[in-house]
Antibody, heavy 121, light 106 residues
Framework: ELQLVESGGGLVQPGRSLRLSCAASGFTFDDFAIHWVRQGPGKGLEWVSGISWNSGHVGFADSVKGRFTISRDTAKNSVYLQMNSLRPEDTALYYC??????????????WGRGTLVTVSS | SYELTQPPSVSVSPGQTAIITCSGGKLGNKYVGWYQQKPGQSPVLLIYQDTKRPSGIPERFSGSNSGNIASLTITGTQVLDEADYYCQAWDSVTVVFGGGTKLTVL
C-alpha cells in the first residue's frame, strides 16, 4: 500500500527553524517527484515546494523562497523540508504529496495526512 | 505570479449538474488538475491533465480547459460530493492552486 507519512511539526517561536520529514513507502521512490503543500487554518491549499526524482529540479513558492530548502534521501525513501526564519503566517498543516511524474508537473495522486506547524511566541 | 480564480461557493440540487470554474490568463495553454477535499481529510485528485481521471474516480466527474477557463463538471451530483474543490496548474517551475470552491448539495 502506498503511504506518505509526515513528521516533524510542532510549536515553534517566530524566527526559529524546523525540519519536516516525509517517509514514503509502497512505490518506487526514485521514480517520482515529491512536493510539500500547506493549508493554513480555515484556508485553501498553497503549494510550498517540490523536488524532482533526482533532485535536479527544485522549486519554491515566493512566500518561502530564501527561507525554506528541500532535499531527498534515496536510501531512506524520504523527503525533507528545512524551514528557517519561521513566521506566524507559516502556521499551517503541511502535506507531503507524490507527483505523477518524475520531473514534477503538479499532478498529486497521493497525499499524506499532514503534520501541523504552529509558529507563535 | 500566476493566479487562478474560483468562485467561493456553488450550490446544486441532488441529481443535477454542478459546474465549477477556474480562470487564469491563457489557462488553456496549461494542464489543469482538480482536487476534492472533505472536512478533516487530505485532498483527493479527481482530474489531471485537463480531462483524465485517476483510477477509482467516478465517471460523473469530468474536466475541460479552453481559453482562459477550466471547468470541473459533476453530473448527477450526489450528497456525498459536498466538499471543497481546488483547481491547480503548473506554471514554469511552480504549482499554483485556485482559492477553492465550496460545493453545497441541497
Amino acid at each position: 500500500e502506498l503511504q506518505l507519512v509526515e513528521s516533524g511539526g510542532g510549536l515553534v517561536q517566530p524566527g526559529r527553524s524546523l525540519r519536516l520529514s516525509c517517509a514514503a513507502s509502497g512505490f518506487t521512490f526514485d521514480d517520482f517527484a515529491i512536493h510539500w503543500v500547506r493549508q493554513g487554518p480555515g484556508k485553501g491549499l498553497e503549494w510550498v515546494s517540490g523536488i524532482s526524482w533526482n533532485s535536479g529540479h527544485v522549486g519554491f513558492a515566493d512566500s518561502v523562497k530564501g527561507r525554506f530548502t528541500i532535499s531527498r534521501d534515496t536510501a531512506k525513501n524520504s523527503v525533507y523540508l528545512q524551514m528557517n526564519s519561521l513566521r506566524p503566517e507559516d502556521t499551517a498543516l503541511y502535506y507531503c504529496a507524490k507527483d505523477m511524474s518524475n520531473e514534477g508537473t503538479g499532478d498529486f495522486d497521493y497525499w499524506g495526512r499532514g503534520t501541523l506547524v504552529t509558529v507563535s511566541s | 505570479s500566476y493566479e487562478l480564480t474560483q468562485p467561493p461557493s456553488v450550490s446544486v440540487s441532488p441529481g443535477q449538474t454542478a459546474i465549477i470554474t477556474c480562470s487564469g490568463g491563457k489557462l488553456g495553454n496549461k494542464y489543469v488538475g482538480w482536487y476534492q477535499q472533505k472536512p478533516g481529510q487530505s485532498p483527493v485528485l479527481l482530474i489531471y491533465q485537463d480531462t483524465k481521471r485517476p483510477s477509482g474516480i467516478p465517471e460523473r466527474f469530468s474536466g475541460s480547459n479552453s481559453g482562459n477557463i477550466a471547468s470541473l463538471t459533476i453530473t448527477g451530483t450526489q450528497v456525498l460530493d459536498e466538499a471543497d474543490y481546488y483547481c491547480q496548474a503548473w506554471d514554469s517551475v511552480t504549482v499554483v492552486f485556485g482559492g477553492g470552491t465550496k460545493l453545497t448539495v441541497l
